[in-house]
Structure formats: C-alpha cells, structure tokens
C-alpha cells in the first residue's frame, strides 16, 4: 500500500464485477499506472464464518474496501467500480464522502431487482449451479460485441469456455450473484457528492445502457462518457476505457490541486 502525501498521489481503486477478481483490471492497470498509483481489491472474498445462505449485502462489500484501504494507510482516493462494483463504488461515496476525492462509475446500475435485470442474474445462479459452461458461453455472448467475439475462431472460443470454467471461483460467483439480486443503491446515489462519471458501454447486453444512465440521472453532478464496447470493456477496449477515465480522474485531481 501507498501512503499518498498530498491530493497529487492519491491512489486509484479499482473495483472488479460479479465473477471477476482484481485480475480483471491488468491491461487497464498497465496504461493507468504510468499516470497513477492503483490499488486493485478482491472485495468479494467470502468472509470467515459466511455461508451460503447468508450472502453479503453491498454494504458489506462497501466496508470491506473503506476498511481496506484504511488498513494500508490509505484514507482518501478516487474510485472506480464495475459492473457489480459500480453500486459498491457508489455506497461508498455515498457513505464515506469523505474518503472519495472522485467517482467513475463503469456499466452500473442501481437496481438489481428490476424484472430484466432479476431475470437475467436468476439464470446466472440457475447455470451457475447446474451448468457453468452454459453459463460461460452465455456471459461471452451477451458480454462482448459481436465484432469482437466474431473474430476468434471456435477452438479459441472453446478454450476460453473452458479455461473460465476450470479457473473461477464458483462458490464466491454464487455469492456475487445473489449480491446482484439484492443491490438497490438509488437512495444512496442521490446523495452522492464527489464529482462522477459514468462510463456506458455502447454493445452491453448484460447491463445495458438504460440501466447505466439510469444510475447517472441518479446521482447530482455526474458526467457521461461512451465506450464502443460490449459489457467486458476492460477485455474488449481496455484503451478506451483507461482513456476516458483518465480525463476525468486529471481534471479533478488538477481541480483539487488549484483550490
């Protein structure tokens, strides 16, 4: 961990989604560490003691990181959270305003029992428990662009299929899942007062930009940047994606630095 002296070394956090780990962010961290220092957390580790049948709550998973990050010297930073850790993203801005200097939002929503967004993470829990290749084949089909999944041949396709199943953890993709289900941050959003953006894939088919706006309208002082990508933005436009939060993240960190 790094103990930033001033606003001009305050750390990234970065924020991974439902079945990912802080791995997920390695090509976006190659780009962004040039420019700043990252801090990458597994928030989602099931804690000791934690079964199935009591799944973690956002809030859970909020206080993991604030607790995190204060264990490593770390008391203020900008915050990034996808996907799943968007709303986490999002609860701890809202509940420890103090700590978050800036806030980017990638593929959020605020509401995980909405009818198309229930429907979609009960066949995720169904697949994850009775099929997880299924579930492998769906999470590529609805989570990249057509123009970038098109372009690997079917061996390819079949290794990454089977690579993510053999290496995921599914106990604690269960758990996440069960997260998605029971998010709902929109009383939260709106009383959001760092400086945000949110970030909208244009081809995400697992949240799609309805949902993602959504969030945004939610929270007072939010921007909006579009990346041409489907929902695994960090695989698919990791580029476009450093870009477009590292603007936002300059800008409010030269703003703090001239007040």
Do not use: C
């Not at 003691?49 to 995190?68: I, K, L, M, Y």
């Not at 989570?143 to 061996?155: I, N, Q, V």
């Not at 993602?212 to 695994?232: C, F, M, V, W, Y």
């Amino acid at each position: 961990m790094h103990r930033p002296n001033n606003d001009q070394e305050l750390p990234v956090v970065l924020l991974h989604g439902t079945s990912g780990q802080s791995e997920d962010w390695s090509q976006v961290v190659e780009q962004l560490t040039s420019h700043r220092h990252v801090i990458r957390l597994n928030y989602g580790e099931p804690a000791t003691g934690t079964d199935s049948a009591n799944a973690p709550r956002v809030s859970d998973f909020a206080d993991r990181v604030v607790a995190a990050a204060g264990a490593g010297g770390t008391h203020r930073f900008d915050l990034v959270g996808y996907s799943l850790g968007a709303p986490v993203a999002a609860s701890i801005a809202a509940e420890y305003p103090e700590m978050v200097r800036s806030l980017v939002l990638v593929s959020g929503f605020s509401y995980g029992g909405d009818p198309r967004m229930r429907l979609q993470f009960d066949l995720w829990l169904h697949l994850a428990r009775t099929d997880k290749i299924a579930l492998a084949k769906l999470l590529l089909v609805s989570g990249l662009s057509r123009e970038f999944l098109s372009a690997f041949d079917e061996g390819t396709i079949d290794g990454i299929i089977r690579s993510f199943v053999a290496m995921s953890d599914w106990p604690l993709i269960e758990q996440n899942i069960k997260v998605d289900l029971a998010v709902d941050v929109r009383e939260q959003a709106k009383k959001i007062k760092p400086p945000t953006l949110s970030i909208t894939a244009k081809y995400d088919q697992i949240v799609p930009p309805f949902y993602t706006q959504e969030l945004a309208d939610l929270i007072p002082r939010s921007k909006r940047a579009e990346i041409p990508s489907g929902h695994l933005s960090f695989l698919e436009k990791p580029f476009d994606l450093t870009s477009a939060m590292l603007t936002f993240l300059l800008e409010k960190q030269r703003s703090s630095l001239t007040r």
